[in-house]
């Protein structure tokens, strides 16, 4: 009896361990994961081949962490900070509005983030694909500053863009 049970608890516990590891890389719309940062990153380390080469890891982390020319598109108000900007900050309410926000350099926008400030906000999705007209775009960041979890963020990514990596953080509310 005590066998049994053993092995029942061993099953549910990787059982548990797996639904667990696909909920932080679940595949979206497209064909690649979207990932906490953190195993985004992990993920980037370069292979012997790529050592001389730019460091990818090196470089998302110095685009979510270091300042760099950045515009800012919030309610349909356009900020630049820099006449080159690789880096876009919005809500998922202007989200939609970026691709046509009138006075934005698109050009070399490496990364858009995208501030969630609860789960309501995901009720209508993120769509990757409206963010056509950024020829640089790499990366979009979410970054949840309330109540939504890894699964909610993940199930709101839609027609994610293989060309487009997806990750995001949670963050808890002060």
Known sequence: ????????LAFVCFFATN?????????????????QVDDYIASLRPNETQRNATNPA?????????????????????KLYGDNPVALFTDVASLG????????PKD????????????????NGINVSSLTGF???????????GNAGSAQIVSAVQNNNPAVDVFYKITLPN
Do not use: F, R
């Open 135 to 145: 020829p640089s775009l790499k990366y979009v960041y979410i970054i949840s500053q």
């Open 1 to 8: 009896m005590t066998t049994k049970l053993l092995l029942l």
């Open 97 to 104: 509005a970026v691709s046509s926000a009138p006075g934005l």
């Open 58 to 78: 090196s470089h998302v982390k110095s685009l979510i962490q270091d300042s760099h020319e950045a515009a800012y598109v919030y309610s349909g108000t356009v």
């Open 19 to 35: 639904m667990s590891a696909q909920l932080t890389s679940v595949s979206g719309a497209g064909s690649q994961s979207i990932m």
């Open 108 to 123: 070399n926008i490496e990364i858009i983030t995208v501030k969630v400030g609860n789960a309501g906000q995901l009720s």
